[in-house]
């Protein structure tokens, strides 16, 4: 991690920050050599800061956490906490955290700390609050719309593609294993990048990419991933808005689409099912299904009991996160039925659309 | 325990979930199909489902019956449907059932009259021949005044799947809807899976199996607090019987339908499930009150919910087996029809 002097610390999380400034005072930073800063995107609807503040003192002393600033919707925190089996590491940082202004329900954690404080203490800490946070889902085309779009933008050119995780079907015979995973170092353009993933009906998790700023000729260099998670190395000022938005708008459109769905008594009992829609037959038989019961059976802290295998496909998963219950059924080769039952949230509909996606097949959301 | 017979309970228990859930399902689709307006996509705003029903003949309301379903398609037309998912051949019992119902009726609670009625026998396709069979043989000293049909339902897998319904003897009042039974009609996967989703129950009993896992998977969950923190192992929810009763209900007989009174799922089928919990371990009774239980949520077994509990039932079964001498049976009455 990167050593800030004393002043950089004070100035980045010490002080409010607002929005507007990100980008400028993420840019001042990344002029110094090796920096990185790593935004995470969070949909939440009450209120996180407050949420986390209570969460600090209760995870206490497992991580140990403190409200370094606050003030009206900023707040930055420091965080630490021993992670390792037989040795015990302290992993410790900090991070600066802000509702999207424009964006509902949008939360924005910013750090300059390292990978493993993202997937360790700050990792724990969100899954401590209740009632649960939702990480987005940007699925592949997505990924290509946020770069495309980019690549738009008079600011920047030279866009190349260096970096590429990616999963897919195995299409050898015999093969025990369903789906590879991939990572490909490289230097392609954009659109060659989408389009040889189509074609070998891969979908990208991540994607790196390099850029020049038009006008100061600076290198910029960006790590988007499935979940929300960007990181910008060497430059922000012309890319930072561009890919916070517009993730967010990406976000906030999966999540009202999973928004109230379940059987209330607010909506008489009445769920809004929705389709997960492949463009090809991909449940064409119990070989198939087979692989798509794996793929939700895998799914942590849940159970998924069949009540229908064959001719068609009928089952109850119920996430014990939350305790949201959902059916899922199959009737035709290329759809997959969502019902939201007594009680789903979007958190729960989303795991199960991120597992699919991840470990079976990506595919659209439509209505039912 | 033995494997073989482990295996065959298992698969019993599979087999009786599910006529007991495509019961539910042809029945449901039955009525939708014959109150459907193609024209609004929809069903026709004036009919009315009843699913179950309870009907008298005029004066003798204290004699009522309670047929499967009612549908009322309008004020002049109406269909009484009876379901028998397994028809074994010479079961007469069940034509001489449906006779009761042909008669001029009144609604139970609205006391309205029922607009003359169609008889109909609802059956798997497997059975339609077991059906058509012995209904000829009664025929030969017995008759219907209104009129009858025998319609079958069934799964097919050509293209993707699809339900089917089909006019496998007599003929319905409504010729266009005969003609779309008789040329075997499909009915639309929107429609099917919304019936999967809302519907699990009619008026027969549901075997023990069934209820204990609507109650374990679809009911207990919601019990969860949102900022509740798993103990690891589990939850223990604290749940009220007729709470529970009227929960099921208001998720699984949606009263765009069922128009009738809050009848189904019964107390009884409820209480059943959760002896059965407390009799195989996972549930208590609490103490202060006789209708409030503690049921035991494991959230770290992954194992399928029905073959779960159905274990734990043959796990308990054989322990009785081999302190009495007569044949154990927690399933009771509860897979025995009570009409």
């Known amino acids: 991690m990167n050593q800030f002097s004393f002043t950089e610390d004070m100035a980045l999380y010490k002080t409010k920050i607002s929005f507007h400034d990100l980008a400028r005072v993420i840019d001042s930073f990344l002029t110094i050599e090796k920096t990185e800063f790593r935004i995470k995107l969070i949909i939440y609807e009450a209120d996180l800061i407050k949420k986390i503040k209570e969460n600090i003192e209760k995870l206490n002393p497992s991580l140990n956490g403190k409200v370094i600033f606050k003030d009206e919707n900023f707040c930055s925190f420091e965080l630490n906490g021993y992670f390792g089996r037989k040795i015990k590491t302290n992993i410790a940082g900090k991070f600066i955290l802000l509702p999207h202004p424009f964006k509902k329900n949008v939360w924005i954690i910013l750090t300059n700390a390292n990978r493993l404080f993202i997937i360790k203490p700050l990792q724990k800490l969100l899954e401590s609050i209740r009632p649960r946070i939702t990480k987005p889902l940007i699925i592949t085309k997505q990924l290509e719309n946020l770069l495309t779009g980019f690549q738009k933008l008079s600011v920047v050119k030279d866009i190349r593609i260096k970096q590429i995780g990616q999963r897919g079907k195995i299409k050898s015979k015999g093969a025990t294993k369903n789906i590879e995973t991939d990572r490909k170092w490289t230097d392609l353009d954009i659109k060659e990048v989408f389009s040889e993933a189509r074609q070998e009906g891969h979908w990208i998790t991540d994607i790196s990419f390099e850029y020049i700023a038009s006008e100061t000729e600076r290198l910029g260099s960006i790590k988007l991933d499935r979940n929300g998670e960007i990181t910008f190395r060497g430059e922000a000022k012309q890319s930072f808005y561009h890919f916070i938005n517009k993730a967010s708008d990406f976000a906030v459109e999966r999540y009202n689409f999973l928004k109230n769905r379940d059987k209330t008594s607010e909506n008489n009992y009445t769920s809004r099912p929705f389709i997960i829609k492949f463009n090809s037959d991909i449940l064409s038989n119990t070989n198939q299904i087979g692989g798509l019961i794996k793929v939700l059976r895998k799914i942590p802290k849940s159970r998924l009991t069949i009540l229908h295998g064959n001719p068609y496909f009928h089952s109850v998963f119920v996430d014990y996160k939350d305790g949201s219950v959902t059916e899922i059924l199959v009737l035709d080769k290329n759809k997959i039925n969502i019902l939201p039952q007594g009680r789903t949230t979007v958190r729960a509909l989303q795991r199960i659309c991120s597992f699919i996606f991840y470990d079976f097949r990506e595919g659209d959301l439509v209505e039912g | ?339």
């Open chain 2, 1 to 339: 325990m033995n494997d073989n017979k482990l295996t065959d309970f298992l698969k019993k228990i599979a087999i009786d979930y599910d006529d007991y859930l495509q019961s539910v399902t042809g029945l449901y689709a039955f009525c939708i199909s014959a109150a459907w307006k193609e024209s609004i996509r929809d069903l026709a705003p004036e009919s009315i489902i009843k699913i179950p029903s309870k009907i008298y003949t005029k004066d003798h309301k204290e004699d009522f019956l309670t047929p499967d379903s009612i549908v009322t398609i309008d004020d002049r037309y109406s269909i009484i449907a009876e379901m028998k998912k397994h028809f074994a051949n010479g079961k007469t019992k069940h034509f001489d059932q449906i006779k009761k119902y042909d008669n001029d009726f009144f609604d139970f609670w609205t006391d309205e009259k029922i607009p003359r009625q169609d008889l109909v026998l609802l059956t798997h396709y497997l059975s339609k021949t077991n059906a058509i069979d012995t209904f000829q043989e009664w025929l030969k000293k017995n008759n219907y005044e209104r009129k009858f049909a025998i319609v079958e339902f069934n799964y097919t897998n050509q293209a993707d799947v699809s339900f089917t319904l089909g006019l496998s003897y007599g003929e319905l009042s409504d010729p266009e809807h005969n003609e779309a039974l008789r040329t075997i009609k499909p009915i639309p996967n929107d429609i099917i899976v919304d019936l999967l989703s809302k519907y699990k129950f009619y008026d027969g009993t549901p075997p023990i199996i069934y209820m204990m896992q609507i109650i374990y998977d679809e009911l207990l969950p919601t019990y969860i607090k949102l900022d509740e923190e798993d103990s690891g192992s589990g939850y223990h929810i604290k749940i009220n019987l007729q709470e529970a009763r009227d929960k099921l209900q208001n998720l699984f007989v949606p009263p765009k339908l069922n128009k009738s009174s809050n009848s189904i799922p019964k107390l009884e089928w409820v209480k059943n499930a959760f002896e059965s919990f407390v009799q195989i371990g996972l549930a208590k009774k609490n103490h202060q009150s006789d209708n409030t239980y503690i049921i035991e949520l494991k959230t770290k077994v992954k194992e399928d919910t029905k073959d779960f509990l159905a274990k734990k039932i043959y796990k308990l079964n054989n322990k009785i087996e081999k302190v009495t001498t007569s044949e154990p049976d927690l399933f009771g009455d509860f897979k025995k029809d009570k009409k």
